[in-house]
């Protein structure tokens, strides 16, 4: 089925080289061409970008994930912000499908950065007008801009995959694998019509292996970890283990961002976890997991930026029925 084409032409929207495939996808949902873009590197790895053409007085979209390499991604944005702000774009958009440094959002210990903060002032300082982003590791991070964040979720895209497969009611018990991700946990309970289960992971001394201890029932149950990342995997497979050492009958794994770094797909394989449900938020170059199931954003992403654009509510995209809204 052909997209329509998008009929403001002050729209573009440019994708950088983290998720061009998801950027494309985008593009095409938005029903426009992707933007001309070329990036190179200097011998010694410096980053040049050349915007292709003009953007004066025009709404641009960048889309990056900042995801592996982090840092090197990350630069890329900022010259990006920087070049438009100086060919004269009218507002400069920045959309985030994965945050990178968002884990490091507070003081844990005595010295320690808050990256996640610095990240935030240097898009704002390099000229970006709003932040759209997906599922940040910690829902404070909105406040570190000074500028507008559009933050959705992944929720009801993975609530659809469970749906789909009649994963619902009080048969299905939805697990957050530490108490920070409740509320996330929560609110696909909430799509699933099921009960929540949440782990409680400590760690008597060094180098000990971490005990898990169960709050709530999961004994016959189909168990559904939901988490907004997985990196090594370390964590989700521990979680997976005990829950069926419990008596779960199957374990799904569900996340926004698949990081997958280091042992994270052995891991995940050698595990008890039936599925992993993912979303393409990260490119993952190939298909390195057997047991891997890719939702995509691209509709999410691509209605948030017309809304964002047409100055309409983003709000229906976070509920049970953002599909329905996406029609009307």
């Known amino acids: 089925m052909t997209e329509k084409h998008y009929t403001d032409a002050s729209l573009k929207i440019f994708s950088l080289s983290s998720n061009r495939p998801l950027a494309e996808k985008v593009a095409e949902k938005v029903g426009i061409e992707l933007g001309q873009i070329n990036i190179s590197h200097f011998s010694d790895g410096e980053i040049k970008v050349n915007i292709e053409e003009s ?35 009218k507002t400069i958009n920045v959309v985030l499908p994965y945050y990178g440094y968002a884990r490091q959002d507070r003081k844990a210990q005595s010295r320690e950065p808050i990256t996640a903060k610095l990240v935030a002032n240097m898009i704002t300082m390099a000229g970006a007008d709003r932040v ?155 298909r390195p997991l057997s047991k891997l199931d890719i939702i995509s954003v691209d509709e999410l992403l691509a209605e948030a930026i017309k809304r964002v654009h047409e100055n309409r509510s983003v709000s229906p995209l976070f509920s049970e029925t953002y599909k329905s809204a996406i029609k009307d």
Do not use: W
């Not at 001394?205 to 005990?211: D, L, M, Q």
């Open 132 to 286: 759209l982003t997906l599922d940040l590791h910690a829902a404070q991070i909105q406040g570190f801009f000074d500028i507008p964040v559009d933050h959705l979720m992944g929720a009801p895209l993975i609530a659809n995959y469970f749906l789909e497969k009649d994963l619902v009611g009080e048969d299905v018990v939805v697990v957050s694998p530490d108490h920070g991700g409740v509320t996330r946990a929560r609110k696909l309970a909430e799509f699933l019509k099921a009960p929540i289960a949440i782990i409680d992971k400590r760690r008597p001394k060094p180098n000990v292996a971490e005990v898990m201890n169960i709050i709530g029932d999961v004994n016959g149950k189909t168990c559904i970890i939901i988490d907004d990342m997985i990196d090594t995997a370390g964590t989700i497979t521990l979680a997976a283990q005990a829950l069926i050492d419990k008596g779960a009958k199957e374990v799904y794994a569900s996340c926004t961002h698949p990081i997958l770094s280091g042992p994270a797909c052995q891991r995940l394989e050698e595990s008890p976890i039936k599925r992993v449900v993912v979303t393409d938020s990260i490119q993952l170059k190939d």
């Open 55 to 89: 953007v004066r007085g025009d709404h641009v979209y960048i889309i990056q994930s900042t995801s592996f390499p982090v840092s090197d991604h990350m630069m890329e944005l900022l010259i990006m912000i920087d070049a438009l702000r100086r060919a004269s774009a």
